[in-house]
C-alpha cells in the first residue's frame, strides 16, 4: 500500500518543480524559427545512440532509432481527451505539454531529430561517461525504446524522459536530474529522515525485462 504522506509530498514536489521551471517550458516566435531553421548532421548518430538536449534547468533525452527518428517520452494531455492520431502524432505544443505534465499523461512516441531537439545542441551519449556505466549494445537499447512506444503514465520526478532512456540504455530506469530536484526541495521542506524520497518506485516498464 502507498504511503499517503509519501504521495502528497512526491506530488508538492513536482508542482514545485514545474513551477519552477515554467519558463523553460515557454516559448515565442523566436525560438519557433529557430527550430524550423536548425539543421543537424544525423550521419554522426548510431542507431541506439541516447540523444541528450540541455535546458536552463532540466534535459531532455531520446532514443535515436536510425533515420532521423528519436524515440523519447513527452507528456502531452491530447492523449487523454483523443485517440486520434491526426492530431496527437502532430509536434506537442508547449501548452499540450504543460498540461500533460499535470495530468500525468506521456507517451513514448517518435519524431525526427529537428522536432526532438528545437534548435538546441545534441549532446550524444554524454550519459555513458557522466553516469560511469556499462551501455547494453546499441541494437538491444533500440530494440527497447521500440517496444515501449506507446501510452505511459508520467512523473516529473518517478517517471520521466531520463528514466526512458537510461533503462534502454543501461538496463536500469534512474534519473540523476530528479534526484537532484528531490533532494533540494528535501533540504526546503526539512522532510523527516524516515521518509525515503527515491526514483526506485514503480515504472511502466520495469516488469518487461
Not at 132 to 148: F, G, H, I, P
Request: aromatic share 8%; charged share 25%.
Amino acid at each position: 500500500m502507498k504511503n499517503p504522506m509519501l504521495e502528497a509530498l512526491s506530488l508538492l514536489l513536482e508542482k514545485l518543480l514545474l513551477i519552477s521551471n515554467f519558463k523553460l517550458f515557454s516559448s515565442g516566435a523566436q525560438s519557433e524559427n529557430k527550430a524550423r531553421n536548425s539543421f543537424y548532421e544525423i550521419s554522426r548518430f548510431l542507431r541506439g545512440d541516447v540523444l541528450e538536449v540541455p535546458r536552463t534547468h532540466l534535459t531532455h533525452y531520446g532514443i535515436y532509432l536510425g533515420d532521423n527518428r528519436v524515440a523519447h517520452m513527452m507528456p502531452d494531455i491530447l492523449l487523454a481527451l483523443t485517440d486520434d492520431k491526426r492530431l496527437t502524432q502532430k509536434v506537442v505544443s508547449n501548452k499540450r505539454l504543460i498540461l500533460g505534465v499535470i495530468g500525468r499523461v506521456a507517451s513514448v512516441r517518435v519524431d525526427t531529430v529537428e522536432d526532438f531537439a528545437y534548435g538546441a545542441d545534441i549532446l550524444v551519449n554524454h550519459l555513458d561517461r557522466s553516469l560511469k556505466r556499462k551501455a547494453l549494445l546499441n541494437e538491444e537499447v533500440a530494440q527497447r525504446a521500440e517496444k515501449l512506444l506507446g501510452l505511459t503514465s508520467y512523473s516529473l520526478l518517478w517517471n520521466n524522459c531520463e528514466h526512458f532512456v537510461t533503462y534502454c540504455r543501461f538496463g536500469t530506469p534512474i534519473s540523476p536530474q530528479a534526484d537532484k530536484h528531490v533532494e533540494e526541495y528535501r533540504v526546503l521542506l526539512h522532510e523527516r529522515p524516515h521518509l525515503s524520497l527515491t526514483t526506485t518506485s514503480v515504472f511502466p516498464w520495469r516488469r518487461r525485462g
